[in-house]
C-alpha cells in the first residue's frame, strides 16, 4: 500500500464555479446551473438545433453525432472528435466547442464539401442518419493528421447505422476524401498556393494550418486548425460555393482557465467537476454513492433503459491524475479516465516503438478495441469505467485479467493500494472497491519473451455489439529441449457468469504441460468442467456459449503454436489447413459497382437526377415530425403500457402520475370522446384497453406533461393491477390452440396435388418445416406525431410520421367523433418507413388527440426506441409445412403448402399478409399442382405488420428452403434444380395469373455469366479442401415480385398540380416521401410533361386536405401510381394551355403560364389514376392480383468461421429488371438498400421475445428493444464487392414512362446470403461426416451456423439434430 506523496501532488482546491459556458457553432453560450440532467442532445434540440437527430439515445445509431473541440494542455493543441450527444451530460462539454450540422454548411451560405459529395453520390435518402454520418466524417477529417486512409474512413463510420442506403454510396461519397484517392480526385496544380499554403482539409479554402500550433494562433481567429494535413480531394469535390465560413476554435476557450464545477439539476442532482484527485477523494467521502462520470456510455445506459436515478455525479474527466498515459520501462500506466480512443493510439505508438515480444497484451487490446463500440463511444468512453462497471460482458476485462495487468485504488485518504485483475472482480458488477475508493490507474506489464496474449470475441455483429463470448488467454512458455512446456497461463472469459471468469481449474492443468496436443485434448475437458452456464443462465444460447468456450481455446492453441513455429525446431506444426482457424478477418475497403443504361424521356425522367431534399437533409436543415417547433402551450404524451400479455386489468392508480412533476392530465378508454374501437381493416384494437390487455405495450393510457421526460415519468408512475391470463406466445402454440383471427383462412389450389403424390409421377417426396424469424423496421426516425386543435376543437390538424396520412385522419376523426373534413393531417417526410408507419402509427395520432382535443392544447408524441420496438409491431415470424414430390431429374410435380404467420393480438394487414405469401410460395417455379391453406395466428404479442415486401419474402423463403432440400436430396446443385423449374413467359401460376414479358431467364443468364458461377462454384470447393475451419459458400437466388396492391380498390391515385405564373409548379400528390425518392421521380415526371426543368417542380408535403382518400404509400406501386396521377393533371393542363402555346412561340413555361393566366386559364388540375386490369377473386382463389411482376437475381459468396459462426458476405451481384427506370441512381439506391436490409433478416436480425423459447425474458415481453440488442447491419456487414445491374433494353408497358417497381421486390435477393451460408455449412458438416439435409431457421446468425456446423467442439454439447431456439 502507498500514498501520494503531498498535499501538492493532490492537487489545490481551486475555488468552485457555476458559470458554464460552451460555444456552440462558435456562438457564445452561457449555461445556466440546474441542468445535469439534460444531455447534450436534448440542449441543442431545444435550442433549435434540430440538425442533431435522437434515434435510439443509447449510443448505438449515430444520429446524434456531433463534433467536439477542445484544448489539450498536455498536447497543446485542439482536439477534435466525434461523440454521441445524447450519451453527452450537458455539463461534461463545458468549455468546449460544439459543431453540429448546421455548424458545417447550410444551403444558403453553401454546403462544406463532405455534404457536397454525400449528396452528390446519392448518400442521403430518408436522411435522418445523414447528419450523423456528416459528423462523424466531419470530425474525421479534422482530427486527422494526414488524409485518411479508406479502411480509416469505414471504421469511422462503424457507429453509424443507416437502414435506407445500404452504405454504398456513403462510402463512395466519403472516400473521395482518401489518401488512397489522391490521384483520383486531387487537381494538385490547385493546391499549390503562394506562399506555401495548404488547402485547409475542413475548407478547401487556403489556411495555415500545419504550419503552426495552436500556440501560434493570430488573434484574428484565422486559423486554429492545429495538424497539418496535406490538401486532397477538396479541390475536385468542392464547388465554388464554400468558401470562409468554417468554425474556428473560440479563442477565449483557448485562453480561459478550466474551473471546478459544482452544478445541479432537477430533482436535487449534483454534478461536480473537480481538477484533483484530492478534491475527487473529498466528493466520494462526503457523498459515498456519488457516480463518477467519465463517458457516461455506461451511467447514461443505466438511466435511460434501466430508470435508475443517481443523486450525485462527479465528472472525472479533466483529473490529470486520472489521465496519466505512462510508458514505462516494464509497461504502461494507464489512467482510469484515460479514454479508450487515447488508449489505443498510444498502442498503436508502442507496438511499432517496443521489442515485439514485450507487446504481445498490446496487440491484443488493439484487436479487441476495434471491435468495441463505435468510434463516437470509443472517444468518451473510459478504460476505468468499463473496468468498474464490471459487466460480465466487457471485453477488456478478460484481457486484463490475462495480461497480469494491476489495479492501482486510491481510498479517501489518499493510501493506494494494488490488486491484480484476477481478483478484482468479484460478482454480477461488483467489485473489489470500499465506498470510499476509486480506480486510480491501470499497469499493463510487458509481456515476456515467449508469453502470448490473445483476445476473442464474438458477437451477433462484428462492429459495435456486445460479446456473447468474449475472453482474454495468456501463456508463457519454456524451452525444454524439443518441448515447450506452459510455465504460466491465465484463460478468462466474458459472457460465461455473472463476472468475468478466470478459467482456474484450466490454469492449473496447464502450467508444467508441453505444448501439444495432449494439452490440448486435456485443457478443453477441463474446461468443459471449469466453465460451466446453467440452462436458464440470462441471455440464453447456453449451448453456443460453452462451445465458444472451447473454439476459442482451440484457436488459442493453434496461434501459440503458430508463434513459436520457427522459433526452434518444434514436433507439432500447425496443418496448413488448420491454419484457417487462426486467420482473423480483415475487411478490405469496399469495390462496388453501379450499371445502369440512361433512357431519357422529355427533360428529366430518366435521368439519374439527386433527391430532391438530399440538399437539405445533409445540412440537417430537414424538417422532420419532432424538428417542428413546439407550438406555445404544447404538451408531451406518454403512453401507459401494458406489462402482461394476456390479463384483466383489475384496478388503475393514477395518483402517482398525477403527483409527478409537470403532469398535466391522463386520460383512459372512458375519457375518448368517439368509438375507442380501431384498426385498419376491422375494428378489432382498442386505442386504450379498457378492460383486458392483450400484450405487453398494449396502449391502457396517455399521459401529458410539459416535457418528455416528465410524461414518461408520470406515465411510469401509473399503477395497474392484473390478472393474469394464459397467453399463446407462438405459432405452434396458436395452432394447437386454434387460435387464429377470425375468417383468415385462405386456400389456393392449381391441379391435383393429392393425385400427384398417389400416382408413380413423383420419384420422390419429402416433407419438411420452415421457420421464418420476424424482423424490425428500424427506421431511424422514431413514431411521432403533433396533435393541435383550431377554433376550440371544431378542426383538429396534426403534422405525422406516417406512410398513410389518410389512415391518421380517420382514426383521429374517429376516436374523437369529428367528421373527416374537419381533420387534417400532413406529413413533410418521414425517416424511414418500410411498412412500419403504414397502420402502426395511426394509434399514436388517435392517442395523442384525446389530450389535445379535450385540453385545447397541441400535444407531441415522439416514442423512444424501446418503445417504439416495443409497441409497434414487426414483420411477422410464418412457419411453413410443406410436401413436396419430384422427379430423380429434379423437376418438381406437386406442392402442398401450410403456412401460418404471427399475427399478434389484433388483425391489422395480417390477412393481406398472409394472402401475399401465399401468392409468392412458388417463388419462380412452375409446379402443376400445388395446395396452399394459409391461416393468421392470434397471438399475445403486439399486432405485427407490414414490412418490405409484405409476406412476399416469407413465401419464397419457404421455397427456396424445399428447392434446397430437393438438390440436397439429389445431389445436384440448387441452382440446376431451379433453372430446370424456371417460369417462363405464359406460365400459369397457382393463382391463375399468366406471366407477360417474363425477364426471368435473361436475368439469370446474364448473372450466371457475370459472376462466372461454375468457376465460383470451383473456387470455393478449393478453398473448402484446404481450410478445416473457414469455408466458403455460393448461391444464385431468383425472384419474381408481383406490383399492386392485392386489394383491388387500393389501387387508386390522386394528385394536385398548380402551375403558377413564373412557370414553376408546385405539385401534392398522396404518396409520402419516406427517402425512396417518390418526389423526385413523380417530380421528373411533372417536369418532363411540360417540358420544363426539374428545379421549376417543386412538391412540399402530403396533406389530406390537398390530396383526399390516398391509400398508403406502400406496396412498391407508389411511383408507378402517383407519378401516373400527376401526370393525368399534367396532361390536362397542358390541354387547357394548348390553344395559348399554338397561338405563338412563347420564350418561357413561364411565359407561356402568365399568358394563360391573363386569358383565364384554369391552371391547376386534380390528376387520377387507377391501376388497370386487375382483380382476384378468393371464392375461386383465381384471377389477376398483379399489374405485373419485377424480376431479379443475386449471387452472393459468402465465407463463414466455423469455429465462431462469424460470417462475411464476399462478393453480392445483383440483377434486376426495372424497365426504363424513372431515375436509375435512385432505383439502384432502392436495389442496395432492399439487400442490405434483406441480409439483415436473413443473416443478423434476430427478434428475441418471453416466450417457451427464452424464459430468462418475462413473458411477452421484447428482449432485443433497441441498438444494443438488436444488430441491423453496419456498414461492416455489407459485402467486400457489391455489383449492381439493371437490365437493359426491356421496358415495361404496364407502368408509366416503361418504368418498374423496385422497392420491394430486390429484399428477397438478399436470401441468396443465407443459401451461400447454408452453402458453407454444408461443407463443414461433410468435414465430419454429416451429409444429410439439416434445417437451417431465418435468421442465419453466428449462434445457428456455429452449432450447425458439427464438430468435436460442439459434440459435448449438442446432438446432431439440435435446433437454437427462435421466437416464431
Ligand atoms: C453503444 C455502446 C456500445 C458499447 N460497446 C461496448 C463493447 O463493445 N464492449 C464493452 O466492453 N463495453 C461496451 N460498452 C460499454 C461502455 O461503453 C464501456 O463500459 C465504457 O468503457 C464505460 O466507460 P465510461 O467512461 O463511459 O463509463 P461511465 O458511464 O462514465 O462510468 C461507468 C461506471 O464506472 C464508474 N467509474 C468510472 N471511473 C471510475 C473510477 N476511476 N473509479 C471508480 N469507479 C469509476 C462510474 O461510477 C460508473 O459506475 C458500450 C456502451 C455503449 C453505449
Ligand atoms: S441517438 Fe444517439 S446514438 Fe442513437
Ligand atoms: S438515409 Fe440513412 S437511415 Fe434513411
Redesign the pocket.
Known sequence: MGSLKNEEEMGQIVEESREAILYVNGVRKVLPDGLAHLTLLEYLRDVGLTGTKLGCGEGGCGACTVMISHYDRKLKKCVHYAVNACLAPLYSVEGMHVITVEGVGNHKRGLHPIQKSLERYHG???????PGFIMSMYALLRSSQTPPTEEQIEESLAGNL????GYRPIVDAFRVFAKTDDALYADKSSLSLQGGEFVCPSTGKPCSCGSKTVNDIDTNGQSICSAAYKPVSYSEVDGSTYTDKELIFPPELLLRKLTPLSLSGLGGLKWYRPLTVKYVLELKEKYPNAKLLVGNTEVGIEMRLKRIQYQVFISVTHVPELNMLNVKEDGIEIGAAVRLTELLNLLREVVTQRPAHETSACKAFIEQLKWFAGTQIKNVASVGGNVCTASPISDLNPLWMAARAKFQIINCKGNIRTTPAEKFFLGYRKVDLAGDEILLSIFLPWTRRFEYVKEFKQAHRRDDDIAIVNAGMRVCLEEKGEEWVVSDASIAYGGVAPLSLCAIKTKEFLIGKKWNQDVLQGALNVLRTDILIKEDAPGGMVEFRKSLTLSFFFKFFLWVLHQIEGKKPIKEKVLLSHLSAIKSFHRPPLVASQDYEIKKHGTSVGSPEVHLSSRLQVTGEAEYTDDTPMPPNGLHAAFVLSKKPHARILAIDDSGAKSSPGFAGIFFAKDVPGSNKIGPVVMDEELFAAEFVTCVGQVIGVVVADTHENAKRAAGNVHVEYEELPAILSIEDAVSAKSFHPNTEKFLRKGDVDLCFQSDQCDKIIDGKVQVGGQEHFY?EPHSSLVWTMDGGNEVHMISSTQAPQKHQKYVSHVLGLPMSKVVCKTKRI??GFGGKETRSAFLAAAAAIPSYLMNRPVKITLDRDIDMMTSGQRHSFLGKYKVGFTNNGKVLALDLQIYNNAGNSLDLSLAILERAMFHSDNVYEIPNVRIFGSVCFTNFPSHTAFRGFGGPQGMLIAENWIQRIALELKKSPEEIREMNFQGEESILHYGQQLEHCTLAQLWNELKLSCDFLKARDEVNEFNVHNRWKKRGVAMIPTKFGISFTTKFMNQAGALVNVYTDGTVLVTHGGVEM?QGLHTKVAQVAASAFNISLSSVFISETSTDKVPNASPTAASASSDMYAAAVLDACEQIKARMEPIASQRNFSSFAELATACYLERIDLSAHGFYITPDIGFDWSIGKGKPFRYYTYGAAFTEVEIDTLTGDFHTRTANVFMDLGYSLNPAIDVGQVEGAFIQGLGWVALEELKWGDAAHKWIPPGCLYTCGPGSYKIPSLNDIPFKFNVSLLKGHPNVKAIHSSKAVGEPPFFLASAVFFAIKDAIIAARAETGHTGWFPLDNPATPERIRMACLDEFTAPFISFDFHPKLSV
Open positions: 442521403s435518402q430518408c436522411g435522418f442518419c445523414t443507416c437502414r435506407c442506403t431511424l425517416g424511414g427517402g
